[in-house]
């Protein structure tokens, strides 16, 4: 009996206790994807989370997501190589057969690359390696974000394909590129001096 009366005074309790329900946006240009904590106005940040407190040994493991670039991924060529020119003439743009980068190594999909990785490239029946120089993934603060995917095609020594890059390229690859560099097996900066554009 004393359970009985236990069980119905919590049956009790719980139908007081109110759960915060996440309301949808009600505008149209927003579609319907974000919600909102209902006592935060609509149309001020979107989503809204409520601050939190982490504690720095867990901040350590937290990085913000900036590689994106796997296999099967279509990109754009922004220089003015001939074979580049004839993938865009034709429609068909470059795809990753394989991306040299040691993150997420053995995941699924296999490697995952961000800016200044290198890439091996199939584009009109042949193999072209490249490197990555703009990316439509977010990036971090002060690193440019891109519409597209972009690519440069270099030789197996580091020299670029062409002479002449048609997209601004982000400063950020010059140490990665610098890092990677080496004189007896390939220099990747030498792509350095036909950019014209930085942002």
């Not at 002060?142 to 390229?169: C, H, M, Q, S």
Request: glycine residues 8%; charged residues 20%.
């Amino acid at each position: 009996m004393l359970f009985r009366s236990g069980g119905a005074l919590l049956q009790g309790l719980c139908k007081n206790i109110v759960a915060p329900v996440r309301d949808f946006s009600q505008t149209g240009w927003l579609q319907e994807k974000f919600w909102r904590l209902p006592h935060i106005a609509p149309l001020v940040a979107w989503p809204n989370y409520k601050p939190n407190l982490t504690n720095r040994k867990h901040k350590v493991s937290i990085y913000n997501h900036t590689f994106g670039i796997q296999k099967q991924t279509r990109l754009k060529c922004v220089d003015n190589s001939a074979l580049g020119r004839q993938a865009v003439t034709l429609g068909r743009p470059p795809k990753v057969i394989q991306v040299y980068s040691a993150k997420h190594r053995k995941r699924r999909h296999g490697e995952m690359g961000q800016l200044g990785d290198r890439v091996l490239l199939a584009v009109c029946g042949q193999t072209k390696k490249g490197i990555i120089v703009g990316m439509r993934q977010n990036q971090l603060h002060g690193i440019p974000k891109y519409d597209t995917n972009n690519v440069i095609f270099i030789e197996d020594n580091g020299n670029p394909t062409g002479n002449r890059i048609t997209a601004p390229l982000p400063n950020c690859i010059r140490p990665i590129l610098q890092k990677a560099s080496d004189p007896k097996k390939a220099d990747y900066t030498k792509l350095f001096s036909i950019a014209t554009k930085w942002v």
